[in-house]
């Protein structure tokens, strides 16, 4: 029986192995694997954590008091909390640099998606224009996947932009200022319709509203940014502890995979691992091999085997980000309201905007503010410390952000590529990225829209407080190896078989030829069953 | 030897808490501590399983003496020390000590440890009432039929104790002023070292009707020792001033009798200025324990007074910046966590600070206005200045305490159009605030500014 190696049990690599296994291969999975604390008093609510942990200090501002956001800290902001600081935890052997692109990493089990906020969206016909295969191809996938992760949402305007799927849970329950502002969107739709361009409906998430294998659903604990204790919200870990129960899968943690070596013939006959915190290399064989390690760090594999097997040092281009903004909003009919600590965190609503200009889809998240470090916001208020927790504590119901995504496309000038050490002759990974040069019209239009609907909902966007966000800080990393029809060098097939090595395959974002405004990890579990069931 | 049983008087002291920290416990049955009150039991150290508090006074005999009668021996710590009433020294170290020895005789026990002190043996003690009180303590462990040992500790130090207290505060004046000529020889102990000893003593089991003297290993005189905790202190040798003994104690003693409870301390223990507190070679102990080095002890000292008084400065500003935030103290907790923070972020530190800031801390700790005026200064032009930063911690550790989070989660009350006036109002005080503010700090900042650029 084939044996085929998986590097990464990333969101990717996880659908890409559990189909595999369901075929019956013989799967290995490499992986760093960094692992994930237990949950600390499963049973309790965010504010029963605050009145029942010993020292509840300890655990929402870590041991060294990291969370703790001082004034002038630099950086964009993701506020990760201390027990989820294993998920950046990165190997020594990989080092990076980037000019204009901040990108993360994760050699977590379960990859970046172990704190993703659950926004599942498939790309549609439209969106997949570029991708070498007919959307048909995809939908039986969007089944698939949305069986294994569970997902939670509602057919309502924003069907005109998500394609439908099966196996769609009932929503969760609204907390209250997204209920407020779904009303008030059905108050004005009409205008906001026609006038605007712009629809508002209930996310899509990966989050269960009723029990399953296992899975609880969700109890609205408020606790989903502190990692979800019961199993409700999805993470690919979940999956990855799914594939355990096969006799076909060997998962090994705290390798780090370096380089592929080849035969005479250009295949690839094993690949250079080394054990995490010790410099002894080792090789693995196997009949094919997949990288799944997320684009980044699946290219920088590629890259240091091309340099190992020729000393050539080339481009990956065509690397692609979401560009994001946020865009601040308080709700005044909330003001004077008390928050509901009882909610489910993460963003209930979601909003698609058609560009005026440009007929594109502009995708947008709304969260309303409930659980959450709220001392990176009190301090952001341009008033004495005491006053803006006065002002904050009576507006916190009303609070919320919009973000808002940008679709990207592979240029030349975006990529990735190796720097070599001299002296060691070890690699880093060198990215980059410059924006598009009309970028910042379009922006500026559809910020100028998402004001309008938000005062049209009855809120106010305060001035000096939107946030362009940097390029990398979507986490939505496509492209520097994209599918093709025409068999060039670093590309792939329509099945994320590579054009260079025949036993080689991508199944992660790398092989996007398009990043379309929308959250693309659904769509690329998708598409990783999809190489899995369709190739093997 | 587990079997035998330990009666303490004094644990509740400063090197009865010490002692008691150190002490073998498995080599006892039992340890018996006397204690004045119950809730005295809060300044103990954890205590082991074999401990047993008593309830009594050395003056109310009744008060301990059945726990005696298992106990093979006793140390004898407690005493009036420090500034006392004449009728206190006698009553507690005179006919204290003798109802405990003549109890220790009528209930078996075999030997006591004695804690006496090196000045019974100053030339003069006719006013030192301490001095005096503790001799005929002595005498009383002297002419008893216990097999005993009487320890003579020179000038113990160590952080909480009462003489080391005076040398601190003595030496951290801008001057240095010496009581006497300075000349006077000393020859200090650390408490560790003295507990080490006790503990030696303890386990050698000996007590053979011995006087032991105990110093530590180095002698110098009281104007080199001073000197020394000053440089320590102030990191420069100091000024000093002698201050005549003999008048002092002239107008002293006439304090003492006719106003007794008037100043910090009494004419019998400036003695210790008069005469040398040094321990008789002849009456000194051989010992394997190594004394540590005075130099050391001072250094230790110092360090750890400077990092309590962080501590305590910490804890002043934590509860200034709560009661600003929130209008009510920090619990234990809160302030243990605000110090904490100070640990693991050095950031946080007020080292090389300019005027506006320094300006900012000092006065803030006094009052809540202070933190309001300098946070409104800041919230515009100096977001990410020292004072800013340390209330955001706390607005960190404050939103995730049980006692504080319900401050960052329910509205102000009133109705909607009361809040939206409420909070316009805050906002005008907050501008009256940031104009004033501003007519303080702005000028100094520039000031800073322009001297920097200097520089
Ligand atoms: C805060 C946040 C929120 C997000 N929210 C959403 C959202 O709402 N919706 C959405 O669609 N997407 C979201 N994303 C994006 C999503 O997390 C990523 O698209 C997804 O995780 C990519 O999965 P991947 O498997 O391709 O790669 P990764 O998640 O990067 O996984 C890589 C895996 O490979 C392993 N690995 C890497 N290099 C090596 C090596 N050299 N050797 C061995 N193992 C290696 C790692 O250990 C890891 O297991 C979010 C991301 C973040 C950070
Ligand atoms: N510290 C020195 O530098 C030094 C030097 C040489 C000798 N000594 C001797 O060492 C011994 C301990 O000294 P210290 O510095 O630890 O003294 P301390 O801190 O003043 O402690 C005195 C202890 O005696 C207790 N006590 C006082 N009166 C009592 C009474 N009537 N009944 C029962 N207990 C009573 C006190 O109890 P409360 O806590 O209830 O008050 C306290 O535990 C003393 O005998 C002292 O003379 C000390
Ligand atoms: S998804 Fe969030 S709210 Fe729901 S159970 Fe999990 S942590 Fe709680």
Redesign the pocket.
């Known amino acids: 029986m084939t044996k085929v190696l998986i ?7 996880v659908h890409f192995a559990l189909t595999l296994l369901q075929k019956g291969y013989q799967v290995i999975m ?4 960094r692992e994930r604390p237990d949950p600390v008093n499963p049973e309790d609510s965010f504010n029963d954590l605050k009145n029942n942990l010993s020292d509840p200090v300890n655990y929402f501002l870590g041991e060294n008091y990291e969370a703790v956001v001082y004034p002038g800290s630099t950086g964009e902001y ?1 506020g990760f909390p201390p027990n989820k600081q294993y998920i950046f935890d990165t190997p020594e052997q ?1 080092e990076w640099k980037a000019t204009g692109f901040a990108p ?10 172990e ?7 498939p790309l549609n016909a439209e969106e997949l224009r570029d991708f070498p295969f007919d959307y048909s191809e995809l939908t039986h996938y969007y089944n698939e996947i949305s069986k294994r992760i569970g997902i939670s949402g509602t057919i309502d305007d924003l069907a005109r932009f998500y394609p439908v799927h099966d196996y769609l849970l009932d929503p969760l329950r609204l907390d209250n200022q997204s209920s407020i502002l779904l009303e008030a969107y059905q108050r004005h739709r009409n205008y906001l319709n026609t006038e605007l361009n712009c629809y508002l409906g209930r996310s899509r998430v990966a989050t269960l509203t009723g029990e399953r294998e296992g899975r609880k659903a969700c109890s609205y604990c408020g606790r989903c940014l502190w990692g979800c204790p019961s199993g409700a919200f999805y993470t ?1 870990s979940i999956t990855l502890r799914e594939c355990f129960s096969f006799s076909n899968f060997k998962y090994y943690p705290n ?3 370096n380089y592929f070596k080849t035969n005479r013939h250009g295949r690839l006959e094993s690949i250079v691992v080394e054990s995490t915190g010790m410099k002894k290399h080792e090789e693995i064989q196997a009949d094919t091999f997949v990288l ?4 980044l ?1 699946s290219s920088k ?1 590629m890259l240091d085997s091309i340099h190992r097997e020729n000393g050539g040092n080339i481009k990956l281009t065509g690397l692609m980000d979401n560009r994001q903004i946020l865009i601040p909003f308080i709700n005044l009919n909330l003001v004077g309201h008390q928050y509901d600590a009882e909610s489910y965190q993460y963003h209930q609503l979601a909003m698609g905007i058609v560009g005026e200009d440009t007929g594109k889809y502009y995708h947008a998240l709304i969260t309303t503010l409930k659980t959450a470090l709220v001392h990176p916001i009190v301090q952001n208020i341009p008033l004495d410390l005491r006053t803006a927790l006065n002002i904050f504590r009576n507006v916190r119901a009303g609070l919320g952000v919009v973000n808002l995504n940008f679709d990207d496309h592979r240029r030349e000038t975006n990529y990735v590529t190796l720097e070599t050490d001299k002296n060691t002759g070890e690699t880093r990974l060198l990215i980059n990225y410059l924006p598009p040069e009309n970028e910042s019209a379009v922006l500026k239009r559809t910020v100028k829209t998402v004001k309008k609907v938000l005062r049209k909902l009855g809120c106010i966007v305060p001035p000096f407080m939107m946030h362009l966000r940097p390029m990398g800080a979507s ?2 990393y496509a492209g520097t190896i994209p599918m093709s029809e025409h068999p060039a060098p670093l590309t792939t097939s329509k099945y994320g078989q590579s054009h260079d090595y025949e036993n080689l395959y991508f199944a ?2 790398s092989t996007f030829p398009a990043l379309p405004a929308k ?4 769509a ?1 579990m998708a598409n990783a069953a999809r190489i899995a069931d369709r190739q093997f | 030897m587990a079997g035998h049983s330990l009666f303490i008087t004094g644990a509740t002291g400063f090197i009865g808490r010490r002692l008691l920290q150190n002490l073998d416990h498995e080599r006892y049955h039992k340890i018996y501590c006397l204690i004045r009150k119950e809730n005295d039991a809060a300044r103990l150290p954890p205590l082991p399983s074999n401990c047993q508090l008593v309830i009594g006074d050395l003056n109310r005999p009744l008060t301990y003496a059945t726990s005696l009668a298992e106990c093979q021996t006793v140390i004898h710590m407690a005493a009036a020390t420090g500034k006392a009433t004449q009728a206190d020294y006698f009553q507690i170290n005179a006919t204290g000590t003798k109802a405990l020895v003549e109890q220790c005789e009528q209930h078996g026990v075999r030997n006591f440890l004695y804690l006496s002190t090196i000045a019974v043996t100053y030339p003069d003690i006719s006013l030192y009432f301490y001095a005096k009180s503790k001799a005929m303590g002595e005498v009383q462990v002297k002419e008893s039929r216990l097999n005993y040992l009487i320890l003579r500790p020179t000038i113990v130090l160590g952080h909480g104790g009462q003489i080391w207290n005076t040398f601190y505060k003595l030496a951290r004046l801008p001057f240095l002023i010496i009581p006497g000529t300075g000349q006077v020889q000393i020859q200090p102990i650390h408490i560790d070292d003295l507990v080490e000893h006790l503990r030696a003593l303890l386990i050698s089991d000996v007590f053979s009707n011995q006087i032991i003297e105990l110093g530590g290993n180095e002698k110098m005189s009281f104007e080199t020792f001073l000197r020394l905790i000053y440089e320590r202190v102030h990191g420069r040798s100091p000024l000093s001033v002698n201050i005549p003994l003999r008048p002092v104690l002239a107008v002293l003693s006439l304090i003492d009798r006719y106003f007794p409870d008037r100043l910090p301390f009494n004419s019998g223990q400036l003695s210790a200025f008069r005469f040398d507190s040094t321990a008789d070679p002849d009456l000194s102990l051989s010992s394997s324990h190594k004394m540590r080095p005075l130099n050391q002890t001072i250094n230790d000292l110092i360090d750890w007074e400077k990092e309590d008084e962080s501590r305590r400065i910490l804890s002043k500003e934590c509860d200034a910046f709560t009661y600003y935030l929130i209008r009510q103290g920090p619990s234990d907790f809160i302030r243990q966590k605000y110090i904490k923070a100070h640990e693991v972020n050095l950031n946080l530190h007020s080292t090389n600070l300019g005027i506006v800031d320094r300006l900012q801390m000092a006065t803030s700790i006094r009052s809540s206005l202070a933190v309001k005026i300098a946070d409104s200064y800041s919230a515009i032009f100096s977001r990410s200045c020292l004072i800013r930063k340390k209330i955001v911690l706390l607005l960190a550790i404050l939103e995730s305490s049980s006692s504080t989070y319900k401050h960052f989660d329910l509205p102000q009350g009133g109705g909607r159009a009361f809040l939206f006036g409420r909070m316009m109002l805050q906002g005008i005080i907050f501008a009256a605030l940031f104009i004033f503010s501003s007519m303080i700090f702005f000028p100094l900042t520039l000031i800073d500014r322009l001297s920097k650029e200097r520089k």
Do not use: E, K, M, Q
Not at chain 1, 7 to 13: D, E, I, K, L, M
């Open positions: 590097v990464g049990s990333g969101a990717s690599g490499l992986d760093v694997g993701y990989f993360l990493f994760s050699f977590a089990r379960g990859g970046l998606a704190t993703w906020t659950g926004g599942v969206y690919p390798i780090y995979a799944a390690a997320g684009t760090s594999i986490v939505h992660d974002g959250n693309l990890t659904f690329l």
